[in-house]
């Protein structure tokens, strides 16, 4: 046997329990403020809807029947679960609580945001925090797949249906061991370090396509180049006298056992977040953009 097709809505709802607390579809409609015939409608769609009378009309007063007695309290709790539902969503808005995926390049990770997390967890607990190391384009993909709700990086970026804000900009500098030459510099040309090895990482970090822009703009062409998987590599070859590098100054920290020197001409890189274009923003995401802003103050030129 095909099943019945059972429908209603809130307003019908509302029109039979004024009904039924009026006693009356006359004293009904007039608390309602609408036209008897209206109020009549709705009750008429509500029964066929349930395909069952709900009211008794006798000569001087309006009965429930059975159904419409079995029905009130369901509607009435249904009606003020509706009329909180606005309080309960904003509640749910305020809420700072939830998953929060955030992924950061490895230029960035260690020497900004790692330091900084302690403040972060301490004062929000309640979010959960997941963090992702990968280089640009992957952060990126992983953001237009869902993965990731947003990423510190190197901007700007391409992508689709992508929000980007600048946290600050900070200058790169060369790098070079503490025993080299120059380390006492106040500043230097690139070309008077061009016959030494460029120490970059490989193909998909920020980092190595800034570092080589930055060598176009100079008109600076190194005699040869080593390729490394990780910063803390390029470090460590830089220690060794084994290269020159260009680093980002949030990277001071680890430059032990080396001399982080400006260039001319002056040489930036743009930090900001990265996340998809969205109606709503979830409370979570709020605050750590907030946050990020707030850790950002006194980094190089912040924003």
Same mark, same amino acid.
């Given at each position: 046997?095909?099943?019945?097709?059972?429908?209603?809505?809130?307003?019908?709802?509302?029109?039979?329990?004024?009904?039924?607390?009026?006693?009356?579809?006359?004293?009904?409609?007039?608390?309602?403020?609408?036209?008897?015939?209206?109020?009549?409608?709705?009750?008429?769609?509500?029964?066929?809807?349930?395909?069952?009378?709900?009211?008794?009309?006798?000569?001087?007063?309006?009965?429930?029947?059975?159904?419409?007695?079995? =029905?009130?309290?369901?509607?009435?709790?249904? &009606? @003020? $679960?509706? %009329?909180? !539902?606005?309080?309960?969503? #904003?509640?749910?808005?305020?809420?700072?609580?939830?998953?929060?995926?955030?992924?950061?390049?490895?230029?960035?990770?260690?020497?900004?945001?790692?330091?900084?997390?302690?403040?972060?967890?301490?004062?929000?607990?309640?979010?959960?925090?997941?963090?992702?190391?990968?280089?640009?384009?992957? =952060?990126?993909?992983?953001?237009?797949?869902? &993965? @990731? $709700?947003? %990423?510190? !990086?190197?901007?700007?970026? #391409?992508?689709?249906?992508?929000?980007?804000?600048?946290?600050?900009?900070?200058?790169?500098?060369?790098?070079?061991?503490?025993?080299?030459?120059?380390?006492?510099?106040?500043?230097?040309?690139?070309?008077?370090?061009?016959?030494?090895?460029?120490?970059?990482?490989?193909?998909?970090?920020? =980092?190595?396509?800034?570092?080589?822009?930055?060598?176009?703009?100079?008109?600076?062409?190194?005699?040869?180049?080593?390729?490394?998987?990780?910063?803390?590599?390029?470090?460590?070859?830089?220690?060794?006298?084994?290269?020159?590098?260009?680093?980002?100054?949030?990277?001071?920290?680890?430059?032990?056992?080396?001399?982080?020197?400006?260039?001319?001409?002056?040489?930036?890189?743009?930090?900001?977040?990265?996340?998809?274009?969205?109606?709503?923003?979830?409370?979570?995401?709020?605050?750590?953009?907030?946050?990020?802003?707030?850790?950002?103050?006194?980094?190089?030129?912040?924003?």
């Amino acid at each position: 046997m095909e099943e019945k097709n059972r429908k209603f809505d809130l307003r019908q709802l509302e029109c039979f329990c004024a009904v039924a607390r009026a006693g009356s579809f006359t004293k009904a409609a007039e608390e309602m403020g609408v036209a008897q015939s209206s109020l009549s409608e709705q009750i008429a769609k509500l029964e066929q809807g349930l395909s069952a009378p709900l009211f008794e009309r006798l000569a001087r007063r309006t009965e429930l029947t059975p159904v419409g007695e079995a =029905l009130l309290p369901r509607a009435q709790a249904m &009606l @003020l $679960d509706a %009329a909180a !539902l606005p309080t309960y969503l #904003e509640e749910v808005r305020a809420a700072p609580g939830g998953v929060l995926r955030v992924g950061a390049i490895p230029t960035v990770l260690p020497y900004f945001l790692a330091p900084r997390l302690r403040n972060f967890v301490e004062r929000f607990p309640e979010i959960d925090l997941h963090l992702r190391e990968a280089p640009t384009a992957e =952060l990126i993909g992983q953001i237009e797949d869902g &993965l @990731l $709700d947003m %990423a510190i !990086l190197s901007i700007p970026v #391409e992508g689709n249906n992508l929000v980007m804000r600048e946290l600050f900009r900070e200058p790169i500098h060369l790098a070079v061991p503490d025993f080299h030459v120059l380390a006492e510099a106040e500043k230097v040309l690139l070309r008077r370090v061009s016959t030494e090895r460029l120490l970059i990482l490989k193909d998909g970090h920020c =980092l190595r396509e800034e570092t080589l822009t930055i060598c176009d703009r100079a008109r600076t062409r190194f005699a040869a180049q080593f390729e490394a998987d990780q910063f803390a590599s390029i470090f460590e070859l830089i220690r060794a006298g084994f290269g020159v590098s260009l680093v980002p100054d949030m990277a001071r920290q680890a430059a032990v056992g080396c001399r982080l020197i400006p260039i001319e001409p002056k040489a930036m890189r743009r930090i900001g977040y990265v996340r998809l274009e969205r109606r709503y923003v979830p409370r979570a995401q709020e605050i750590f953009m907030e946050w990020l802003r707030e850790m950002s103050r006194g980094m190089g030129t912040a924003r």
